[in-house]
């Protein structure tokens, strides 16, 4: 006999797999091992702005081609609603000319940043970060995302692309 947490287990993976394959269908894939919020990532920020995805998946630094030859790193922060218990480092890196974050709230999309690297200074600037090297990286925070979203108009005058659930693109 099976203990019945074994077995809850094993059916709640019967249930995520089915989930997956559903996800993974959309997504035009016909198999991953990746991360599905790194997939479905990628593929939000492409619905977005348009472009190539990546030929490799798993490539570093740059995930989307704009049709306008600049590119874009893709990467997610997920955190429960309510107090955030992640926070994430955006970096410039060479040849990469756009950062997009995807912010995930109990699984659920909140919003898609865009950044321009070549802003990042101004971004550090305007949400009044004191870390160093202000000028290649934006450590974000809960209340960085927060004040974003308060006034987004604000952060797209300075050039970043900001997309919220209750607004359109």
Do not use: C
Not at 12 to 26: C, E, N, P, Q
Not at 98 to 121: C, K, M, N, Q, S
Not at 134 to 150: K, M, P, S, Y
Request: proline content about 7%.
């Amino acid at each position: 006999m099976i203990p019945q947490r074994f077995a809850a287990l094993l059916e709640s993976l019967d249930a995520y797999r089915v989930a997956r394959h559903a996800l993974l269908a959309v997504l035009g894939l016909p198999a991953s091992n990746r991360d599905p919020l790194a997939e479905l990532s990628e593929h939000l920020v492409h619905a977005l702005l348009g472009g190539e995805l990546a030929v490799s998946r798993v490539q570093a630094h740059w995930d989307l081609t704009l049709p306008d030859g600049d590119t874009v790193q893709v990467k997610y922060l997920a955190n429960p609603t309510g107090i955030w218990v992640n926070e994430h480092a955006i970096r410039r890196h060479a040849n990469v000319q756009h950062y997009a974050l995807v912010i995930f709230e109990a699984f659920a999309v909140v919003g898609v940043l865009v950044l321009p690297t070549a802003r990042l200074p101004a971004f550090h600037a305007a949400l009044g970060k004191r870390h160093p090297r202000g000028e290649d990286e934006l450590q974000f925070t809960q209340r960085n995302w927060q004040t974003v979203r308060a006034d987004p108009g604000r952060f797209r005058a300075l050039g970043m692309t900001v997309w919220l659930p209750s607004h359109s693109p």
